[in-house]
């Protein structure tokens, strides 16, 4: 069965950076785009942007771009979200969710990784 | 603020039909389908609808989506109360480069 399991809670300093690892299991990796969303404390969902693993090819939103980075490693099947320059409305949890590209969606998602940036 | 466009809440009673509208624009939903989310309070998302009115394996067909031109809706028919939840619609926006935006979300009350 499909499963991604995200690595655990983070606290850091503001100006300090986040990664953030994703290893997903019960597929072939390389054959679908893993995105990140981020969810602030009562907040709604936003997108952070995608990596294609099989290229390494990335396309991060606007708001993010220059301040997150998108890898993997294929030999580990996981994908990795590192987020720079950390603001305390960083604070938030943080989600990978696999792209079904055939339904265009958003069919399984990590667990989420909570990452506290204290103000 | 959110690109597509959500009310904040909805509520019905067990048994009613609760409808969740989500509106957006010409360059998201009115060129691209509309998916739905369910999030559980303290879960991760789970995809409730796709292409606008698919419902992937396991998901009640008590839950149904439409589109229309730039605006979409989910409907809940027989409500539950494992039905409490937050609703997000999504989509891609061809404007923004390939992204995808969200609405707001919908909490969704069942009294």
């Known amino acids: 069965q499909v499963q991604l399991v995200q690595s655990g809670a983070e606290v850091k300093k503001p100006g300090a950076s986040v990664k953030v690892s994703c290893k997903a299991s019960g597929y072939t990796f390389t054959d679908y785009h893993m995105h990140w969303v981020r969810q602030a404390p009562g907040q709604g969902l936003e997108w952070m942007g995608w990596?294609?693993?099989?290229?390494?090819?990335?396309n991060y939103a606007q708001k993010f771009q220059g301040r997150v980075t998108m890898t993997r490693d294929t030999s580990i099947s996981t994908a990795y979200m590192e987020l720079s320059r950390l603001r305390s409305d960083d604070t938030a949890v943080y989600h990978c969710a696999r792209f079904y590209n055939f339904w265009s969606a958003f069919d399984y998602w990590g667990q989420g990784t909570l990452v506290t940036v204290p103000s | 603020q959110s690109v597509l466009t959500q009310p904040p809440s909805a509520s019905g009673t067990p048994g009613q039909r609760v409808t969740i509208s989500c509106s957006g624009s010409?360059?998201?939903?009115?060129?691209?389908?509309v998916n739905w989310y369910q999030q559980l309070p303290g879960t991760a998302p789970k995809l409730l609808i796709y292409s606008n009115n698919q419902r992937p394996s396991g998901v009640p067909d008590r839950f149904s989506g439409s589109k229309s031109g730039t605006s979409a809706s989910l409907a809940i028919s027989g409500l539950q109360s494992e039905d409490e939840a937050d609703y997000y619609c999504?989509?891609?926006?061809?404007?923004?480069?390939?992204?995808?935006?969200f609405g707001g979300g919908t909490k969704l009350t069942v009294l």
């Open positions: 010409s360059s998201n939903i009115g060129s691209n389908t």
């Open positions: 990596i294609n693993p099989h290229s390494g090819g990335t």
């Open positions: 999504a989509a891609w926006d061809d404007s923004l480069d390939g992204h995808v935006v």
